[in-house]
């Protein structure tokens, strides 16, 4: 089957028959080519139900959980979205299909080197890459109206919470290193509010606010 033809079966098998209904979040995805972002020998499972390895001991997550964060962040186009975890780049593809600025941070430089390549060479002028410990923000001062981890924290980290504005959405996977909790905070003026979608697992966040090595 085409690449394309793949997508179009991922969208409606995997994200739409589970309940995502996000206009803006399924047509990115039926956009976004996800057998760029993954490694050669695995590109005949670019549309497969689960998370691949993308080297360096990482994954590009499950499409359903990257579809499921992406609706929870209720994302508008005026959004300037802070991401932690580049990873292989899809999800920041996806990101920058629907928000106005994307900023994503990866630690592993290799990962966000490979990143930049395929993101640059579709296209994207929306995004801002930073290499360093996503744990503490972006740290420049800035404020965002969406926050994406992509990676188990083992608490929400208060660097986060600082850069999250005014009703703004944080979405993150929060708890043991093997097994976590989806978290959805919402600052209403001050106030975190949180609520929890469930189980899930990530790779963990390494760095200050994360896990240690
Ligand atoms: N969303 C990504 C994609 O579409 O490919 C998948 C990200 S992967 C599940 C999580 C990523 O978070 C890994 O690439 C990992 O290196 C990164 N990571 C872990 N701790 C980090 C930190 N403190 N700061 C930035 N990135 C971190």
Same mark, same amino acid.
């Given at each position: 089957?085409?690449?394309?033809?793949?997508?179009?079966?991922?969208?409606?098998?995997?994200?739409?028959?589970?309940?995502?209904?996000?206009?803006?979040?399924?047509?990115?995805?039926?956009?976004?080519?996800?057998?760029?972002?993954?490694?050669?020998?695995?590109?005949?499972?670019?549309?497969?139900?689960?998370?691949?390895?993308?080297?360096?001991?990482?994954?590009?997550?499950?499409?359903?959980?990257?579809?499921?964060?992406?609706? %929870? $962040?209720?994302?508008?186009?005026?959004?300037?979205? !802070?991401? #932690?975890? +580049? /990873? *292989?780049?899809?999800?920041?593809? @996806?990101?920058?299909?629907?928000?106005?600025?994307?900023?994503?941070?990866?630690?592993?430089?290799?990962?966000?080197?490979?990143?930049?390549?395929?993101?640059?060479?579709?296209?994207?002028?929306?995004?801002?890459?930073?290499?360093?410990?996503?744990?503490?923000?972006?740290?420049?001062?800035?404020?965002?109206?969406?926050?994406?981890?992509?990676?188990?924290?083992?608490?929400?980290?208060?660097? %986060? $919470?600082?850069?999250?504005?005014?009703?703004?959405? !944080?979405? #993150?996977? +929060? /708890? *043991?290193?093997?097994?976590?909790? @989806?978290?959805?905070?919402?600052?209403?003026?001050?106030?975190?509010?949180?609520?929890?979608?469930?189980?899930?697992?990530?790779?963990?966040?390494?760095?200050?606010?994360?896990?240690?090595?």
């Amino acid at each position: 089957m085409k690449f394309e033809d793949q997508r179009r079966k991922m969208v409606e098998t995997q994200i739409m028959n589970r309940g995502i209904s996000d206009e803006k979040v399924l047509s990115a995805f039926l956009k976004v080519p996800r057998e760029l972002f993954v490694p050669e020998k695995f590109k005949h499972l670019a549309y497969a139900d689960s998370p691949l390895s993308i080297g360096n001991g990482q994954t590009i997550s499950q499409p359903y959980i990257v579809a499921l964060m992406m609706e %929870l $962040l209720q994302l508008d186009a005026n959004d300037k979205v !802070l991401e #932690i975890g +580049t /990873g *292989s780049g899809y999800q920041t593809a @996806l990101l920058a299909e629907i928000c106005s600025e994307i900023f994503t941070i990866e630690r592993i430089s290799i990962l966000s080197v490979n990143a930049q390549k395929i993101l640059r060479e579709l296209g994207y002028e929306n995004i801002h890459f930073k290499i360093g410990d996503g744990s503490l923000g972006w740290n420049e001062n800035l404020k965002f109206n969406k926050i994406i981890v992509t990676a188990a924290a083992p608490s929400i980290p208060q660097s %986060l $919470l600082n850069e999250l504005d005014d009703n703004g959405i !944080l979405v #993150i996977p +929060t /708890g *043991s290193k093997f097994m976590q909790d @989806l978290i959805v905070i919402k600052n209403k003026n001050g106030e975190f509010v949180r609520n929890n979608y469930g189980g899930c697992t990530f790779v963990p966040l390494i760095g200050k606010e994360g896990w240690q090595m």
